[in-house]
């Protein structure tokens, strides 16, 4: 089981990489589908290797910010925005 922890730190750091180069190519853009496809394999190859009992505190993380992210892409708000800029 320990063998395994490698593999989801580096899907966890793969997830953060993924969601940074898709934030910093503009100040304000649409997610890209790609990248929710993309997180959603990742999130599925997480769970097969069992993440939740290896990583509990990275995985919680990542699930939250995932739920998050899904939640705005399914509401049509998936426009990212700097944490400095209004909602306008």
Request: with cysteine; charged share 25%; glycine share 4%.
């Amino acid at each position: 089981m320990f063998q395994k922890k490698p593999a989801v730190e580096l899907s966890l750091w793969c997830a953060g990489a993924l969601a940074l180069c898709g934030s910093l190519t503009a100040c304000v853009e649409t997610v890209p589908p790609e990248m929710v496809e993309a997180i959603e394999t990742l999130d599925r190859d997480l769970l097969q290797l069992r993440a939740a009992e290896v990583a509990p505190g990275e995985y919680a993380s990542f699930a939250h910010q995932w739920v998050r992210l899904r939640t705005r892409v399914e509401a049509e708000e998936d426009t990212i925005r700097w944490p400095w800029e209004s909602n306008d």
